[in-house]
């Protein structure tokens, strides 16, 4: 039975999504039907994740080999096979599982401008109902806490920080395994990281994708009421979805992130909160250029 030869591996909030949508779009490519597996995030029997959210992503985690198998059992003749588990980046454990199982694997990396991620990650959390900061600067003020205590989700600065598990990434694959974009490539040159990418994987890269739909957008949060019902943990989706086949489920995650709005009228992040949080993070962003060889000064600067 197939098993993926390619990972977009993260990171979450930088436009993964939308890269796995497009690959669904190619005949030559089959994408798990469940966008996010998180297989190699655990052993069978491991739960040792805490905070919001938890109980629910261990509970929906593939963790049993065969069930996980039986996600591309329909890949065919497709040349390109994969999966989209976005915390796989900061994760040394799936790293090294993933270079047991499949040694040859390809990886895809997404990366944005750290603090505009760990805010997008803030926002969507609450839409969620699993941050339970109202404020931004609170919930990165929380940050040694949700790393001690593994936090599923809201782990909002620890997962901006891409240098050291980037690093443990490319040390353990060779570097043509890896293929890495910026978010911001991705939103003004579409069509040229996505010929990039189908070159990579050894597709048909004249294939053009639909690019009309807006995929898993951040949006400003909506009436309580509504979140409550839709939180993953508690709410009608908590009920529903284990009454769904998993290839509904994953039919049904793509349909709504694709077709679900909600008010687009978020407040954006303080342009003075950005800039000092940033400044936190220079070093890490400074490390991280010389690692990929690419110019990331731009992340340091004040948004236009």
Not at 48 to 77: D, M
Not at 89 to 110: G, N, W, Y
């Amino acid at each position: 039975m197939p098993l993926p030869n390619f990972f977009i591996i993260g990171a979450p909030r930088c436009g993964t999504t939308s890269l796995f949508a497009y690959c669904r779009q190619h005949p030559e490519i089959y994408m798990s039907h469940i966008k996010e597996p998180n297989f190699f995030l655990f052993n069978e029997g491991n739960s040792a994740f805490g905070g919001p959210g938890s109980c629910e992503a261990v509970r929906t985690a593939i963790r049993n080999p065969r069930t996980y198998e039986k996600l591309f059992a329909k890949a065919g003749p497709a040349l390109a096979v994969g999966e989209a588990s976005v915390n796989y980046l900061i994760s040394t454990e799936a790293c090294d599982r993933i270079k047991a199982q499949i040694p040859h694997a390809k990886l895809v990396v997404m990366l944005r401008q750290p603090v505009d991620r760990a805010y997008s990650s803030f926002i969507r959390s609450l839409r969620d109902g699993t941050e339970p900061c109202t404020r931004f600067e609170d919930a990165w003020a929380d940050h040694e806490r949700r790393v001690r205590e593994n936090w599923w989700s809201c782990q909002h600065k620890a997962k901006s920080l891409y240098y050291a598990p980037l690093k443990k990434y490319l040390q353990t694959f060779s570097r043509d395994q890896i293929q890495i974009h910026l978010f911001e490539d991705l939103t003004q040159h579409p069509r040229a990281i996505i010929q990039q990418l189908f070159t990579f994987l050894g597709v048909n890269s004249a294939f053009a994708p639909d690019l009309a739909g807006h995929y898993n957008a951040s949006q400003s949060v909506e009436h309580p009421l509504l979140r409550t019902l839709w939180n993953r943990t508690t709410g009608l989706r908590a009920v529903l979805a284990p009454a769904l086949p998993l290839a509904w489920r994953g039919r049904l995650f793509v349909h709504l992130v694709a077709q679900r709005r909600l008010r687009s009228d978020q407040q954006p992040l303080p342009p003075g909160l950005r800039t000092r949080l940033t400044a936190e993070l220079k070093d890490d962003i400074l490390r991280l250029q010389d690692l990929i060889d690419r110019d990331l000064s731009h992340w340091l600067t004040d948004r236009k």
